[in-house]
């Protein structure tokens, strides 16, 4: 047994030796240029005391075909002080036999560009594999290099992760905004290899399944994908937000989200594992959420209940004068400022008046979906004309009110302008506008006293006659046509 372990230890200062003399902070090495045609020619990628965090293509090898990758990890303490190598390696399967050259290549590890020299590769008969036998027990190079010809066995290692779907609030009121969020967490003790499967696909097809039909919906778009940090039950875990959107419930019904299922490719390790061997099988585990339920409640009675929006906002006003005489134009902007529905403010509506002439607004609107929150401006700018002289508030035409789900009561946005209107009314230069002409002056002057026609004999001789002539006339023309 002693013998044994200073056999180990010899291999390990060997291999130690070895990496400090030839290896880099980042390097590539190339396997054996004379293999057989059932054997892999292979490229591995070093870094040392990093992560391998990015790298580009594996070049094409002619007469080869590329036949997937295998990673390792070496950890060394010398003298007190650990150092360690992530590598990953690309096999290259022979489709003949034969003499080819690898051309010298670059590669991009870790934003670093290396260059290989390339070789040539001598692809002989198939070599017949036979088991080591070892005076000590296992040969510790056959546990080193994978020359073993037992088949390989790879065992599950269970995940430390979850998928949920939360909510930041429980209960809302109808119309109240809430936001859901659909995310992977992955514990910091965590042992298994995970990465995300077909993520498009399961997106959508989960979308379909959580949306709620009686909301309206506004979607922060994640385009990438990319962890944080996040504390739960004072436990470390990384959250991958993977769909986070705003509802805006319409009816007063309760929001129901059902289970939903997020496939992961889950890799399998090899029970014994091996330098430059296959040490992982890739697999499948799909993680499932729990349902959750959101409560909407209605809103306190008031006379515009059904027409209120529901949220947190706040008036920016601005005008272009604030004195002018009649017949004057000028602007004013209602800005609604804050957190909300935006999308569905409707504007504040001037009383009917014989004051000002208010024309349509224009409308525009500005929503910004950042930090599990919706917030807005919509701006509506008045033109108005004013008619008569005198001072008046704005708060008399113009007020918006929303209620306010923070203070569970109802507030009203009043405009803090007053103007001052000089010059003359423009009542009786709008009753001139519309003058109709010299035929409807002369009704004034008009008798208006009811007068009856029975005296007026003369006039129904007359039309006796007349009558008498047609039917007269009539009668000619029917007895010429039957004669």
Same mark, same amino acid.
């Given at each position: ?132 036998? !070892?005076? $000590? #027990? &296992?040969?510790?190079? *056959? +546990?080193?290099?994978?020359?073993? =010809?037992? @088949? ?121 594992? !091996?330098? $430059? #061997? &296959?040490?992982?099988? *890739? +697999?499948?585990?799909?993680?499932? =959420?729990? @349902? ?121 946005? !009043? ?69």
């Amino acid at each position: 047994m002693k013998l044994t372990n200073k056999i180990l230890i010899g291999c390990a200062i060997i291999l130690v030796s070895a990496t400090n003399i030839l290896s880099q902070d980042v390097s590539i090495n190339l396997g054996k240029n004379e293999i057989g045609i059932n054997q892999y020619f292979t490229i591995t990628i070093q870094v040392e005391n990093d992560r391998l965090k990015q790298y580009s293509d594996f070049p094409d090898i002619e007469g080869f075909i590329k036949r997937g990758t295998s990673s390792s990890t070496t950890t060394n303490y010398i003298n007190g002080r650990m150092s360690s190598t992530q590598g990953l390696t690309q096999n290259y399967q022979a489709t003949e036999k034969g003499t080819f050259l690898l051309e010298p290549f670059f590669m991009t590890i870790n934003g670093k560009e290396v260059k290989s020299e390339g070789t040539q590769i001598v692809v002989g008969d198939a070599v017949q594999r036979q088991a080591r036998q !070892s005076p $000590f #027990g &296992r040969d510790p190079f *056959e +546990d080193m290099f994978g020359n073993r =010809s037992e @088949p390989e066995e790879f065992v599950d290692i269970k995940a430390d992760a979850f998928v949920a779907l939360t909510m930041d609030k429980d209960e809302v009121y109808v119309g109240e905004g809430f936001t859901a969020t659909l995310a992977f967490y992955v514990a910091e003790a965590n042992r298994a290899e995970m990465r995300f499967y077909d993520l498009a696909n399961q997106i959508t097809e989960i979308v379909k399944t959580v949306k709620p039909p009686n909301c309206w919906e506004e979607n922060f778009s994640i385009d990438q994908i990319s962890g944080e940090p996040v504390t739960i039950n004072n436990r470390n875990y990384t959250r991958y937000k993977i769909y986070q959107t705003a509802y805006y419930p319409l009816t007063l019904q309760d929001i129901k989200f059902p289970s939903v299922g997020l496939k992961m490719i889950k890799y399998k390790v090899a029970k014994n594992p !091996s330098f $430059f #061997g &296959r040490n992982r099988q *890739e +697999d499948y585990e799909t993680f499932y =959420s729990k @349902p959750k339920t959101v409560k909407v409640v209605d809103l306190p009675p008031h006379p515009l209940k059904e027409q209120v929006a529901v949220g947190n906002y706040s008036l920016d006003e601005k005008i272009s004068t604030q004195e002018l005489a009649t017949g004057q134009s000028f602007n004013y902007g209602f800005d609604i400022v804050g957190e909300g529905n935006i999308s569905s403010i409707e504007a504040p509506n001037p009383p009917e008046n014989d004051v000002f002439d208010f024309y349509a607004p224009n409308v525009t609107q500005r929503i910004n979906r950042a930090s599990g929150k919706v917030r807005g401006v919509k701006s509506y700018d008045f033109y108005a004309i004013p008619n008569e002289p005198g001072d008046y508030k704005l708060s008399d035409f113009f007020s918006w009110v929303f209620f306010n789900p923070s203070t569970d009561s109802y507030d009203t946005l !009043s405009s803090n302008y007053s103007i001052k209107v000089t010059g003359e009314s423009r009542k009786n230069l709008s009753i001139a506008s519309n003058d109709l002409g010299d035929f409807y002056d002369e009704i004034a002057n008009a008798d208006n006293d009811l007068s009856s026609i029975d005296g007026n004999d003369w006039v129904t001789v007359i039309v006796n006659i007349f009558i008498a002539l047609i039917l007269g006339f009539t009668a000619y023309l029917l007895f010429k046509k039957t004669a």
